[in-house]
Every structure is written in C-alpha cells, then in structure tokens.
C-alpha cells in the first residue's frame, strides 16, 4: 500500500512540474521578443515618397507573423546612409542569443534584404524577422523619391505551434 502510495506521489510531482514547465512556456510565448532599435536608428522617418515601399514591407512582416496567438510587435526605422546590412543583421542576432536562423540572411545586394530566427523551443517558438531596405541607385527611375536613408522594419511574433 505504501509503495503504490508512493508512487504515485511521484507520478504527481512529475506531472506537476510538467504542467508548470508548460504553463512557464505558454507565457513566455504569449508576448513578442523586444529588439532593440541599432545604433543612429530613429522611429521619425524622412519626408518623400518611399513610404508605401517601406509601409507595404511593414505590412508584409505584421501579415506573415500574425498568429493565433494575437498579432505582432512591428517597427520601422530610418538608419543613417552608413548602416550596412552586417551591421544591423549581426545587432539584432546578438539580441537573440541562442536563436536558430531560418534561411539564408546573405546580403544580395538587392534593395531589400531579409533575415528571421526562432526560438529554440519545441513548444510555441517565437519568431523574429527583419527587413532591410536600401535607397534606389542614383540611376533608378524612382531614385528621385527616396531619401538618402535605409530603413529597417522588425517583427516580432508571438509563440505558436503552426
């Protein structure tokens, strides 16, 4: 009688610390990871006419990372001409220590770069993604409209299984 007492006490604790093991996680997966903006980064972006190229890329991240969970943190900011892709994709990884990278985050050298990365949990893994977006060349036809800025849009989803 002890010994099935016994163990099933066990079992309880087992399955107690399970359950708080998963709740801890559902929680955690329930908020966005914040990402801090990279150095020289501002939230007021420059007058011209490139902001339905950087608004349709914001909108972009805020459609893919929207979850059942709820809907996404997402940011756009204006970088100084200097900012280089290196440089703002290796600032936010550092951020997300531990992260695993999906895809290939090689600068193409197109005007528009992206990079993502999960957490490293079976259970809701959050994701991060950021976009990189680069003036037009000074021969493009709609160089004309763009400042002499590139901008950086972050989203950050909450957890979800899918």
Do not use: K
């Not at 972009?60 to 996404?72: K, M, S």
């Amino acid at each position: 009688m002890r010994r099935s007492h016994a163990i099933a006490g066990v079992i309880l604790v087992v399955l107690g610390a399970a359950a708080v093991a998963a709740g801890v996680r559902w929680t955690a997966a329930g908020e966005p990871v914040p990402v801090v903006a990279p150095v020289g980064a501002s939230t007021v972006l420059p007058e011209g006419e490139y902001t339905m190229v950087v608004d349709n890329r914001a909108a972009e991240i805020f459609t893919d990372l929207r979850t059942a969970r709820g809907v996404p943190r997402v940011d756009t900011y204006a970088l100084p001409p200097a900012a280089t892709w290196d440089q703002v994709r290796s600032g936010v990884a550092g951020q997300l220590d531990g992260w695993e990278q999906v895809g290939d985050c090689a600068d193409t050298g197109e005007r528009r770069v992206q990079c993502s990365w999960s957490e490293p949990t079976r259970w809701w893994p959050r994701l991060v993604r950021i976009v990189f977006v680069r003036p037009a060349e000074p021969d493009d036809a709609d160089s004309y409209v763009w400042p002499d800025n590139t901008f950086l849009v972050v989203g950050s989803a909450n957890g979800t299984n899918g």
